[in-house]
């Protein structure tokens, strides 16, 4: 497995468990064949960045129980509010 630093790069089609956020930089148009993987690994959270937000894939992950947050992964991070 091919790693950047210390972390190892997972295949998308790999189901991964116990995964806390899922911060997306995907357009709402690119983000349907994702839908189902998203919610096979049930993160804790999901963070849809600016140009991603999509109504309908957010509305889908809250009635999972996954918190959805319109916000900056960029900015929550130089905040200290990730």
Same mark, same amino acid.
């Given at each position: ?6 972390? *190892?790069? /997972?295949?998308?089609?790999? +189901? #991964?468990q116990?995964?806390? @956020? &899922? ?10 064949e994702?839908?189902?993987?998203? *919610?096979? /690994?049930?993160?804790?959270? +999901? #963070?849809?960045?600016?140009? @991603? &937000? ?5 509305e889908?992950?809250?009635?999972k ?18």
């Open positions: 497995m091919e790693k950047i630093e210390n972390l *190892e790069i /997972v295949p998308a089609i790999e +189901v #991964i116990e995964v806390d @956020t &899922i911060t997306l930089y995907l357009g709402p148009q690119n983000q349907p994702y839908y189902d993987y998203v *919610e096979a /690994v049930n993160p804790k959270r +999901v #963070i849809f960045n600016p140009g @991603t &937000i999509n109504i309908d894939f957010m889908r992950l809250r009635r129980g996954i918190v959805v947050e319109d916000a900056c992964t960029l900015v929550m991070l130089s905040a200290g509010t990730y």
